[in-house]
């Protein structure tokens, strides 16, 4: 039964919440405070519950759910698995899933959108024509396993499409060694795409010859943005995707407008 339970909420982990905003199970009477005004949970405390059933969880944010009461707690768990657990205001019930709204079941979760002029990329890393016609912003870990994945499949579209081109904004994650920032800060001193085939090869990487500024913020434009995990790349009219597809399906969702 314990090793069900714990499938259960590892599985949970990887679905993607639909997320309402500002819909409330019990919408707040006026001249009410904010529950967050008088309700605090911080990481330390909430990992000490989310590594009961999660060992290996990290607590990327913590902020109020779309359920008046409810924390919503984002978790990195490993190997680039992530999602959100829900904490009750009393701290005594976890809840591992979705938080679905009625209005929603039975259709596709709205595609998330960010303002592009939020993201600079003055200072990516960029893989393939610097004058293409399409550019796709990826958020992106030399030690993502599903960053090497998707990495090997962009090698693949700009060799056969010259009007794609992929702009790298590292972003190392938390969860992994520092041996992820230390990468991704040596790449970005060099702005090599020779680096970066190298890191996602396994092949070692120089040391930094630059101070980490970039990384960091990187790591802080990644967290303005809620991007919790890589891979995550936007889209050239600001769509968002998490993960990766496989070409053909990346294609069709690069083309697509």
């Known amino acids: 039964m314990k090793k069900v339970f714990t499938i259960t909420i590892m ?3 990887l679905c993607t919440a639909f997320l309402a905003s ?6 707040p009477k006026k001249g009410d405070k904010p529950c967050l005004d008088c309700h605090k949970l911080d990481k330390k405390d909430a990992e000490v519950i ?12 913590i902020k109020a759910s779309p359920i008046k009461g ?15 657990l829900y904490l009750d205001f009393s701290k005594k019930f976890l809840v591992a899933g979705q938080i679905v709204p009625v209005d929603q079941l039975g259709k596709q979760p709205p595609a998330r959108k960010v303002d592009l002029s939020k993201i600079p990329t003055e200072n ?6 610097k004058t293409a016609a399409k550019k796709v912003i990826v958020f992106s870990d030399p030690d993502c396993p599903y960053c090497r994945e998707l990495h090997k499949i962009i090698k693949q579209i700009v060799a056969k499409r010259p009007d794609i081109a992929f702009e790298i904004i590292l972003n190392p994650l938390p969860m992994h060694k520092e041996d992820a920032f230390k990468k991704a800060q040596a790449i970005q001193c060099s702005k090599s795409t020779e680096m970066l085939d190298d890191a996602f090869s396994g092949k070692t990487v120089p040391e930094p010859t630059c101070p980490p500024d970039q990384i960091e913020k990187n790591r802080e434009l990644a967290a303005k943005l809620e991007f919790n995990g890589t891979p995550t790349l936007v889209r050239d009219d600001g769509t968002v995707l998490s993960g990766y597809l496989p070409e053909e399906k990346l294609l069709e969702w690069i083309d697509k407008k």
């Not at 500002?22 to 919408?27: D, I, N, S």
């Not at 409810?70 to 959100?84: F, L, N, P, R, T």
């Open 11 to 13: 599985l949970a982990l």
């Open 22 to 27: 500002g819909v409330h199970a019990f919408a």
């Open 50 to 61: 989310v590594k009961k059933i999660v060992p290996t969880g990290t607590v990327t944010d």
């Open 70 to 84: 409810v924390w919503q707690i984002d978790v990195e768990a490993g190997e680039g698995k992530h999602g959100s």
């Open 124 to 129: 990516a890393i960029v893989v393939g024509s």
